[in-house]
DNA sequence: ATCTAACTAGTACATTTGTTCTAAAACTAA
DNA sequence: TTAGTTTTAGAACAAATGTACTAGTTAGAT
């Protein structure tokens, strides 16, 4: 394999290990087992690595919400969706534990970031109206409710993993489909009856 | 003024400005005009100091929480305990930009802040049901939307200082304000007719 | 007045880290 | 082959940091 793609590689899963504050290039190179001099020559510091991983990450993510967008929605595919995202959250974790740090130590990667929320803020406003075409969703409990609906989407979205790192207390494999549940009942509570019942419908599915 | 209490204040407002994770015993000393060796006597190290500004923090929040739930319950009074703990969280927000790191570093704080965590619980628990009595709530959507709720409150209260940081582009001073709202509208769809009129009314007053 | 404990300044040292440089090795294209 | 480029290893250096130590100073108790 290319050493680039390989120092990325090992990079992911160091800094998913022990936290990207601790892991320097001497450490990943370690790893590899490649000087730290020949790791620099690719990449001079941990925050291009960063960089790379966090575009991985982005071209990840809008690939797959840009795909469901565009397709016929129901409860069901969104709660699909949240939990593909989740997965691929997950497997980029050491970003999502150090968000508010690495996003102050790399300018870029905030602005970067506030792009994909805005694109991100689209497919889900997209999603609400959509829903409530459908009839599946409440209309505004007050005005302005989507928007404030939609900031709980991008923090708990963002921060479920910090909160789990302090709090949760299950089994590893079952925190994400923990947290996709908490994620989702965001939602719950401003369905109609009609979309009530279609989601416990799916509930019911899932469990059986 | 004490010294040993005069390094934790100068800690807290270099660690807030900051960044808790570049700010090193030398920098307080340095930002005091004492020599590190003197803070070092008193604090071995940043972790202590911090251990000592957590502790701070929780005494303020537990005395403020414990006050709220043995007294008389209104969706106001509510609103209010939110924003005063908001502040609370505020004034220590180097804490709470880089909590998932600051807790796996020192691990006292995690159990401490569990233990923090679960006394929260019980008072917001005591608060969904005296809301529940007084017929402000709906009933639970589901079985088990009620520690959804709970996990959403945590997560949304803990990090919505890390999101606003990244994503928030209102001025300062209207901050606390509108994650005070975007917090509070996680209840909101949960409210029954008549908690949703008082809820309308709240906000009438303060806008007048 | 004196003794003791608390406090303070400053020094010193080992580690770590970011960064740069040199030179050797591997590879590629003509 | 050969010339040039890319890749790699390793050394070197400055700056920062945690930690420990020494030696003065202060303040309060007896």
Not at 21 to 47: Q, W
Not at 93 to 121: Q, T, Y
Not at 181 to 205: A, H, M, Y
């Amino acid at each position: 394999m290319d050493t680039k793609t390989k120092i990325v590689q090992t990079a992911l899963a160091l800094f998913n290990e022990q936290g990207v504050d601790v892991i320097t290039v001497r450490h990943i190179a370690k790893e590899m087992g490649i000087s730290h001099g020949n790791l620099c020559y690719h990449f001079p510091n941990t925050d291009t690595i960063i960089r790379q991983l966090y575009d991985q990450l982005v071209e990840q993510l809008t690939s797959q919400i840009g795909g469901v967008i565009t397709g016929p929605l129901s409860l069901n595919r969104l709660a699909e969706l949240v939990g593909e995202v989740m997965q691929m959250l997950y497997d980029y974790r050491f970003l999502m534990l150090d968000f508010a740090g690495i996003m102050r130590r790399i300018p870029d990667l905030r602005d970067k970031h506030r792009a994909l929320v805005s694109s991100r803020k689209l497919a889900f406003q997209h999603i609400l109206t959509q829903l409530r075409a459908l009839g599946k969703l409440r209309e505004e409990l007050y005005d302005g409710h989507d928007d404030d609906l939609l900031e709980q989407f991008f923090i708990v979205g963002d921060f479920w993993l910090s909160s789990a790192t302090i709090l949760y207390e299950g089994a590893e494999e079952n925190k994400i489909k923990h947290y996709q549940q908490v994620f989702l009942s965001l939602i719950v509570p401003c369905l109609t009856n009609k979309g009530l019942t279609e989601w416990k419908d799916i509930d019911r599915k899932k469990t059986l």
